[in-house]
């Protein structure tokens, strides 16, 4: 499963990556979100590539078999803007940390419990 043109530029690297080095035949589907395509890898025999954080996030609650791509591929950034009036908005301070946890440290779900996260926003 491969992204879709709807997806973000980074879907479009990997998935130029992917079909260099696959048989179109090889292909079973499109998606525009690395979550649709962990769905559909879980209730069919297909195999779907993500990001290492969301793989190990969602492997056990759909029942799925994680491993390294076997096919280079190129780094996924990310980054996060917001307007300073929103700098120290308690909701908005939580949604940048999750996003934060999910997204920047490799392989591992977050370490942020909620009394942390309360004691960051209370600062």
Known sequence: ???SDT????????QDALEAAL?????LLRLPSFVAAA???????GVATLPANLAMFVAE???????RCPIPLPPIEIAQYWHERYQRDP????LRH???DLFARPARVSSLGKGSLMQEINR
């Open 39 to 45: 769905l559909v890898a879980s209730r069919t025999d």
């Open 61 to 67: 609650q759909l029942g799925l078999a994680t491993f």
């Open 23 to 27: 048989a179109p035949e090889q292909v």
């Open 7 to 14: 997806g973000h530029a980074a879907h479009q690297m990997v």
């Open 98 to 100: 999750v996003c934060f």
């Open 1 to 3: 499963m491969t992204a």
């Open 91 to 94: 909701g908005h301070l939580w």
